[in-house]
């Protein structure tokens, strides 16, 4: 009979499905997509996405070697948005256009001589269209940076987070947890002591 009151917790996580999952959507960056000699694009893409609503990152970079490309013009540059200027949408939420939200982060500078620290914070995201929200892998933004050295130094995601859709437990599955299972574990203790 203890086998299966110890059972019984871990059969409600299973049946309502809030077990830990087996892993977690990650943030990264691409390969960069050269656009000059000067300048290129870095992806910043997702993998293992499950109906995302949105994320967050920010970027770690060597502002001796490269900068992000806060002068970029939108109508003759690649990469280069209008509204969001050297953050440009990735196609991952490509199904929410023309609804999602863009925040292109700020690029921080020194207060004092105004050059670049080689943090771009807060880019973040939220999808706009209908549901399911996508799942998956995929791009999330790009980022337009000039090279001011080789270009070859790392840029790394920093305080990446993402905010995905929890599944909803069904009706009945409540029910068995909220009811159905005390109601079972007493009637084990009941019969436990009967044999008594």
Known sequence: MRWRLCCLAPAATLILGIAAPARA????????????????????????????????????????????????????????????????????????????????????????????????SNVQGLYGGSPPAPSGDGVLAYVRFLIIGTGDSPITVVDPSVIENAPVPEPGSVWLVTIGLPLAAQRLLARKRRRR
Request: with cysteine.
């Open 25 to 120: 959507a990650t943030i990264s960056v691409g390969a960069a997509i050269p656009i000059s000699a000067t300048e290129f694009a870095l992806p910043v893409e997702i993998v293992g996405a499950v109906e995302l609503l949105g994320w967050e990152f920010s970027l770690n970079y060597d502002p001796t070697d490269v900068q992000v490309d806060i002068d970029c013009d939108p109508f003759v540059d690649d990469f280069c948005s209008l509204t969001t200027t050297y953050t440009t949408e990735g196609d991952f939420f490509a199904a929410g256009a023309p609804f999602n939200l863009l925040n292109p982060g700020a690029v921080e500078v020194d207060l004092v001589t105004g050059d670049q620290t080689g943090l771009l």
